[in-house]
T-cell receptor
Framework: ETGVTQTPRHLVMGMTNKKSLKCEQHLGHNAMYWYKQSAKKPLELMFVYNFKEQTENNSVPSRFSPECPNSSHLFLHLHTLQPEDSALYLC????????????FGDGTRLSIL | QQQVKQSPQSLIVQKGGISIINCAYENTAFDYFPWYQQFPGKGPALLIAIRPDVSEKKEGRFTISFNKSAKQFSLHIMDSQPGDSATYFCAASRGGGATNKLIFGTGTLLAVQP
């Protein structure tokens, strides 16, 4: 496999469920990102990890919990989500130096019932 | 000051025509300006990027024009093709850190009619 792979592609969950989104990159990058994409809104940066260390938390509610066990894998743990959390969640990776291109996965379409 | 304003929201162009999408920013510390292309069901893909030390960058049919004094940059797609129909996002970031904190525009939905 090449590039950035996200699973699952689609997820429907109730507000009381706990689920996790997974991202894996095969590009040898050291920085990984979670974004939220909602209709008619700019992509919102949620979290940034650099060499497995979280370097950015963009005021994301605690019901979203990221985990980065190594430079190739990134998870987003979800619990007690709200209907407004329904969106496309995108993972990206890049080299660790500033202004390097970010490579995106195809996202997980999340629907909260 | 962190916003990037993008226009138009949607654009319809005839095959062979020129598509133009504009973006404006406020933060003069931004020094990296990429454009991303997103097809339905796919993640954004880097199309072309520019730094403020040049006023124009061309890659094939895609050109970025950059006006530092006006704090504006635009994407021009020459000889637009139906396969170019997608959503285009401009973005900006400030260097100096170890990672990119990209600020995205709201996107432009381009439809190229055959």
């Amino acid at each position: 496999e090449t590039g950035v792979t996200q699973t699952p592609r689609h997820l429907v969950m109730g507000m009381t469920n706990k689920k996790s989104l997974k991202c894996e990159q095969h590009l040898g990058h050291n920085a990984m990102y979670w974004y939220k994409q909602s209709a008619k809104k700019p992509l919102e940066l949620m979290f940034v990890y650099n060499f497995k260390e979280q370097t950015e938390n963009n005021s994301v509610p605690s019901r979203f919990s990221p985990e980065c066990p190594n430079s190739s894998h990134l998870f987003l743990h979800l619990h007690t989500l709200q209907p407004e959390d329904s969106a496309l969640y995108l993972c990206a990776s890049s080299q660790e130096h500033s202004n390097q291109p970010q490579h995106f996965g195809d996202g997980t379409r999340l629907s909260i019932l | 000051q962190q916003q990037v304003k993008q226009s138009p929201q949607s654009l319809i162009v005839q095959k062979g025509g020129i598509s133009i999408i504009n973006c404006a920013y406020e933060n003069t510390a931004f020094d990296y300006f990429p454009w991303y292309q997103q097809f339905p069901g796919k993640g954004p893909a880097l199309l072309i990027a520019i730094r403020p030390d040049v006023s124009e960058k061309k890659e094939g049919r895609f050109t970025i024009s950059f006006n530092k004094s006006a704090k504006q940059f635009s994407l021009h797609i020459m000889d637009s093709q139906p396969g170019d129909s997608a959503t285009y996002f401009c973005a900006a970031s400030r260097g100096g850190g170890a990672t990119n904190k990209l600020i995205f525009g709201t996107g432009t939905l381009l439809a190229v009619q055959p």
